[in-house]
């Protein structure tokens, strides 16, 4: 385990949020393979361990325990919107392997890395698309050219969002992608009012973030 994952495992067993000690393992294994393949390839502007660790990955972790608050299935569907390098749902399905996760990202670099790496890690049940949302619930798949190469439904337990979009434009792309009773989950900084959401604050941070929930109904 390298120091960074240590320091990462500490801060999460003091909120009483750590996971299984090999999820760690994983998720170091993963942040050598962003690092390796964002010297070649830019998918990330993250350079160094302690930013993947302690900005990125940290992020996904401090969201495994709301989404298993809200999710009560034995293994749920998560769908990350708007992926880029992976982050949130490479975390999530580290910690929690019962979760069938989608990584999906609309740049073709971004999900070439995300298609290798499913491979690489061997999770059961974590998927790379090259797609974005069509607002209608489904996936449009798209070529290495951008071009639409088919759909797929998502029909999602909860889809998460993190620097997709303006919050009514990313919640607009999200929730459609739910299942009925499903969840959005969006990364903000700030709590929306009215909304049902959860403060949180990464290592070091003097101010709350939030993780903003929705819940499609019918």
């Not at 998720?27 to 830019?42: C, F, I, K, M, Q």
């Amino acid at each position: 385990m390298t120091p960074e994952a240590a320091e990462a495992r500490a801060w999460l067993e003091s909120r009483g949020a750590a996971p299984a000690p090999e999820a760690f393992a994983i998720l170091d294994g993963y942040a050598r393979d962003v690092l390796e393949y964002g010297r070649r390839t830019n998918i990330t502007a993250a350079k160094d361990f302690g930013t993947v660790w302690r900005r990125h990955i940290l992020d996904g972790l401090s969201a495994v325990a709301p989404l298993k608050r809200r999710l009560t299935g034995p293994a749920p569907r998560i769908v990350d919107l708007g992926c880029g390098a992976g982050f949130i749902g490479a975390a999530v399905k580290a910690a929690w392997p019962e979760a069938e996760v989608w990584l999906v990202d609309t740049v073709y670099r971004k999900a070439a890395f995300l298609t290798l790496e499913t491979v690489r890690l061997g999770l059961a049940g974590l998927k790379a698309f090259h797609a974005r949302a069509d607002g209608t619930g489904a996936l449009e798949l798209l070529r290495q050219d951008g071009a639409a190469a088919g759909r797929i439904e998502a029909a999602a337990d909860a889809v998460v969002a993190r620097a997709l979009a303006p919050f009514d434009e990313a919640l607009a792309l999200a929730r459609p992608l739910a299942r009925p009773g499903g969840w959005t989950m969006l990364f903000s900084s700030a709590a929306p009012p009215g909304r049902d959401s959860e403060p949180y604050r990464l290592p070091g941070e003097a101010q709350d973030r939030f993780l903003v929930f929705t819940r499609r109904d019918g």
